[in-house]
């Protein structure tokens, strides 16, 4: 079960206290703090401009191209502070982002996009050979569309080939960016099972920014809200799905039934937790 996971096993990724500015003058993260569990899947929920893919960027390194920067904090990865690494040095330590939109290589192929995953690794041809098809057990689609143009694959078998692309590279922890955006809910389940699979079956870690509060709490094994740059609220996925001002405010629900639109939006206003 994915609530039964130990929360108390090794801590492999560590966000201490940071802060992120951009420009120089705008403060999106204020004293961020996050702790990912080997083998785990950890969601970082909230809602559009709370700070989810600055976080996952601030991780992966990728802020300085945005003109972005940490600022304040430490982020540790297996006990070695990483927030002054190249990228590319990151995918060699084993962390590889998926990011948000589905980036593909549009003129390749599905297969020939995969592939590229594997360009930094030091591998024979038969060791990625063998990936590729791990790769393929998980996608069947992607293995029947593998030599179809990625440009003109569906929404949803894009976003297959960018998780695939970043399995290639070997990782062992993967920070994925809004899996279910643009997806049809029946794609969204199928994407998160195959998380769930990739992270029972084959050890990988997942830490997974989410919009979708309700698919992500019922994946994950440990959730982290975040409100304007914030940490809110944090605990087990099967405590957050329980927690009231959860149900009420990110699932628009209540002991007395789902809320409308109208009461959702009067009690955004009110924030215990933030009071």
């Avoid at 330590?93 to 995969?114: A, D, P, S, W, Y």
């Avoid at 029972?200 to 019922?218: C, P």
Wanted: glycine share 10%; aromatic share 6%; hydrophobic share 35%.
């Amino acid at each position: 079960m994915l609530d039964d996971i130990n929360l108390k096993s090794e801590t492999v990724l560590e966000v201490n206290n940071i802060e992120v500015i951009y420009n120089h003058v705008i403060l999106v993260l204020k004293g961020v703090s996050l702790a990912v569990p080997k083998g785990g899947i950890t969601a970082l929920l909230g809602g559009n401009g709370a700070g989810k893919t600055t976080t996952l960027k601030a991780i992966s390194n990728l802020l300085r191209s945005e003109r972005g920067e940490v600022t304040k904090g430490s982020i540790v990865y297996q006990g070695e502070k990483i927030q002054d690494l190249a990228p590319a040095d990151l995918v060699t330590k084993g962390v590889i982002q998926v990011m948000e939109g589905r980036h593909c290589f549009e003129h390749l192929t599905v297969e020939e996009n995969l592939l590229t995953g594997a360009y930094t690794r030091k591998a024979s041809r038969g060791d990625i050979d063998a990936d590729l098809n791990m790769v393929y057990d998980y996608f069947p689609r992607l293995k029947e569309r593998r030599k179809s143009q990625a440009g003109y694959t569906s929404g949803g078998e894009q976003q297959m080939v960018a998780i695939g692309r970043a399995l290639m590279s070997r990782p062992e922890t993967i920070l994925l960016d809004e899996p279910s955006m643009g997806l049809a809910p029946q794609l969204v389940e199928q994407i998160f099972q195959i998380v769930k699979n990739l992270n029972e079956n084959e050890g990988y870690t997942f830490l997974l920014a989410e919009q979708n509060t309700n698919v992500a709490l019922r994946y994950a094994h440990y959730g982290y809200i975040l409100e304007s740059g914030r940490i809110v609220m944090d605990g087990p996925a099967k405590e957050l799905r329980e927690n009231p001002d959860v149900k009420e405010f990110y699932l628009g629900m209540s002991d007395e039934g789902r809320k409308s639109f109208r009461d959702v939006r009067s009690y955004r206003r009110r924030k215990r937790w933030l009071a």
